[in-house]
């Protein structure tokens, strides 16, 4: 199977929302909700997109010849490439009835753990969503990343007590979930959390905690007082406000406010290797990838995961060698420019 015909099966059974682009950039889907498709008018998805490509990167070729090492080290977990599987919920509605959310995350972190990488869990109203994928994740010893939403305080203890029975190495919170329409309204309550709040949440949670959904300096500074380990910078690839800045605006000044005390990491658009290496060359740690890996599972299930990882990898290296780093860390600000 080569990646087309990945494109070409996923379209076969993915569901009439998704149309499974060869270029995944929110035109075709737009504000389709249910579906992949973006809040209101449906363009910030399409601007995270849009605003990668207007990143031009700079070759050096000018260099000695050495192998590309695009080891990531993070929480003591060492993986094969800078970037992971993002997390998504509720597949079966905004895609198709193929897949749950139980067999998605079963395929999806058991195909990332063999190919070198970490999933991000979803999570959602049904407790066996996260109760399945605890259960994923510790099938592959805890080489996964749970993700919850900003439910109440009682829920959120439950949800800790099965992320520290899988071992998962780190655990993540979407704050940004609060703009999901199911969180509001419920009983008890869900939604933002206030510095206090959320660095209870990451005393309870005894791992590594990442908050996700970070779009600017102050959000950032209050995650780090939080207690967070790292952070993501991330608007749900639109789906929670309308009309937001693309990730690629905000992340350099955002990377430049943190500095190196917490880690950082950045979802919104980025569709291939070239687009990684833009992100850590704006001060990103690793990237998040969200939307192609349900394309992935749904065209071609672990064979589908293993074939996206390798293309991205590829031309992440690619990308690597032909402007001077050969390693992470050698990738800097001025290796692009907008």
Known sequence: MNYQELLKNARTCIGSYCKACGICNGIACKNC??????????????????????????????????????????????????????????????????????TYNDILVSACMENGIA????????????ESATTAIAKVNGRGIPTIKPWNIDTIHVKMDLVRKADAFAVAMDIDAAGLPFLKNMTPPAGG?????????????????????????????????????????SNHGGRVLDQCP????????IAEAVGSE?????????????????????????????????TAVYGGEKEGVKLYIEKLAEELKDTMAMCGAFSLSEITKDMVRR
């Not at 693309?246 to 000044?253: D, F, Q």
């Open 193 to 233: 959390k206030s510095i206090d709040e959320l660095r209870r949440i990451a005393e309870i949670a005894g791992v590594p905690f990442i908050v996700k959904g970070i779009m600017n300096i102050k959000s950032a500074l209050k995650a780090k007082e939080a207690g967070a380990k790292a952070i993501v910078v």
């Open 33 to 102: 909700i249910p579906g992949p498709g973006a809040k209101g008018v449906g363009d910030t998805a399409i601007r995270n997109y849009q605003k990668w490509q207007e990143i031009r990167v700079n070759m050096d070729t000018l260099c000695e010849n050495r192998p590309v090492d695009t080891t990531l080290n993070l929480f003591g977990q060492t993986f094969k490439y800078p970037f992971f599987a993002g997390p998504v919920g509720a597949v079966n509605m905004h895609y198709s009835e193929k897949f749950t959310d139980m």
């Open 119 to 130: 999933a991000f869990t979803g999570d959602g109203t049904n407790p066996q969503v996260m």
């Open 262 to 294: 917490m880690k950082i990491l950045v979802d919104g658009g980025i569709r291939s290797g070239t687009d990684i290496f833009k992100a850590l060359a704006l001060g990103a740690d690793g990237v998040l990838i969200c939307r192609p890996f349900v």
């Open 246 to 253: 693309s990730t690629a605006e905000v992340l350099a000044e």
